[in-house]
């Protein structure tokens, strides 16, 4: 029997990921979203038929899967709400950011827990999600959390929860790293002579090509710079520029600063908890 699914949260990632599961034909009457906004749930129930309400234990009671699509700083008291809709131990799947599985699982009663990591790309269907299970989440549970997440882009699963400050700070923060990158592609452009919507268009579409193109071919990054370089070329006196200036040295010491980050949040909203 197809599983139940509850949304604890009807912002943008769960109308992302209904609208995801319909589209590869999950029955919109086996979902159920609850969320404090009644504007939200009608909006919900009127582009994906499904149901809604502003409690959460209704939502979550027989429920086989919870998705909690909550703010980090909510997650407990939103878990430990749910507590009578958790003795059957369903599978809950949290996609808050700085929330340790271990938190939850022990705000959950001991819960089987998926904690997942999507990115803002996953709003248009071509995110990228980093996984972590805590032990006693089944092979069947993690191919359900694969292919739930999978209806909003591609996942790929991490073995060790530390793991997952840095796929926070590579892919989770990642998309502004890149948008960063078209903006000063852009500002750069104008600044010698483009108009800004020429400038904007090359930069923007740049990124998308060379991004497809790293995902479709067999060559790493490395060759593929490699391949656009050519000795005493246009690219080869800006990319000495970048290398003069530290340019790897400084995004390494971003990535870790983000990694950093995202293991301090997880210590302020609960790992500090032990009760």
Same mark, same amino acid.
């Given at each position: ?89 369903? @599978? ?88 960063? @990158? ?41 060759? @593929? ?51």
């Amino acid at each position: 029997m197809p599983h139940t699914i509850s949304f604890i949260g009807g912002g943008n990632m769960a109308r992302s990921l209904i609208g995801g599961l319909i589209a590869r034909g999950r029955d919109p009457k086996r979902m159920v979203v609850a969320d404090p906004m009644q504007a939200q749930l009608d909006s919900l129930h009127q582009q994906f038929g499904v149901r809604g309400t502003t409690n959460n234990l209704e939502a979550a009671t027989g429920a086989d899967v919870i998705v909690l699509a909550v703010k980090p700083q909510e997650m407990r008291n939103v878990t430990t709400s749910l507590l009578p809709a958790l003795k059957n131990r369903p @599978l809950i799947i949290s996609v808050a950011a700085g929330i340790r599985a271990a938190d939850i699982h022990r705000w959950s009663d001991g819960a089987p827990i998926v904690r997942c990591m999507p990115n803002r790309p996953a709003l248009q269907g071509c995110g990228m999600t980093g996984l972590f299970a805590t032990t006693d989440v089944s092979p069947e549970h993690r191919r359900v959390a694969a292919e739930l997440l999978s209806a909003v882009g591609r996942t790929i699963w991490v073995e060790q929860e530390a793991q997952m400050d840095i796929v926070t700070a590579v892919s989770g923060s990642g998309p502004a790293y890149f948008f960063l @990158l078209i903006e000063m592609l852009e500002t750069a452009g104008i600044q010698l002579g483009l108009p800004p919507d020429v400038s904007r268009q090359l930069a923007v579409e740049t990124a998308y090509g060379s991004g497809r193109m790293a995902q479709e071919s067999p060559e790493s990054p490395a060759v @593929l710079r490699q391949q656009v370089t050519s000795k005493g070329g246009t690219t080869d006196a800006a990319l000495r520029v970048l290398e003069a200036e530290n340019v790897r040295a400084i995004f390494a010491a971003a990535i870790a600063a983000a990694a950093r980050r995202s293991a301090e949040l997880a210590d302020e909203f609960g790992g500090t908890d032990k009760t």
